[in-house]
């Protein structure tokens, strides 16, 4: 990190961003390729484990046949500000580094049970969820994890 003053050291920081942010980005390996996802998460002991849902077919999933290494991108855009000289964004956000994998049986319903308490839903059962047979469930245990914002610790 070129700026370490920026960096996010503390995980319970760098988990915030996460719970406070809308979207998850996830790139595959191999040819270039970038998705937007919802996601629920769940961190424990210093490791952050995030899971995803998606159609039971398609572009993302041969690539993750293919490759199952995954970058995975976070952030809050927080607004613009005159520097003196330029203008810059404050805004906080999170790189991790994992492998995904699919998830089965109560896995399955897990990850989906923390993706409907991230985005709120809480009302929808995932049970019911994780019975529709077009629905696949992933699983990312984060190897890396790295933090970084630029605007005074609030």
């Not at 810059?88 to 994998?101: H, K, L, Q």
Request: include cysteine; charge should be negative.
């Amino acid at each position: 990190m070129r700026k370490r003053d920026r960096e996010v050291r503390e995980f319970s920081e760098i988990v915030d961003i996460v719970n406070r942010s809308q979207v998850m980005r996830m790139a595959t390996c191999g040819e270039p390729y970038i998705v937007p996802l919802s996601f629920g998460y769940e961190a424990e002991n210093g490791v952050l484990t995030v899971y995803f849902h998606c159609a039971a077919e398609g572009s993302k999933l041969e690539r993750l046949a293919r490759d199952d290494r995954v970058c995975l991108e976070w952030d809050i855009l927080h607004g613009y500000a005159e520097t003196g000289h330029s203008v810059t964004a404050d805004y906080e956000s999170v790189v991790a580094f994992g492998r995904a994998s699919r998830c089965t049986g109560e896995e399955r319903v897990k990850g989906l049970k923390l993706l409907l308490e991230h985005t709120g839903m809480t009302a929808y059962s995932a049970e019911e969820c994780a019975a529709l047979p077009i629905v696949e469930v992933y699983k990312i245990v984060c190897d890396s994890v790295t933090g970084k914002r630029r605007f005074p610790k609030r």
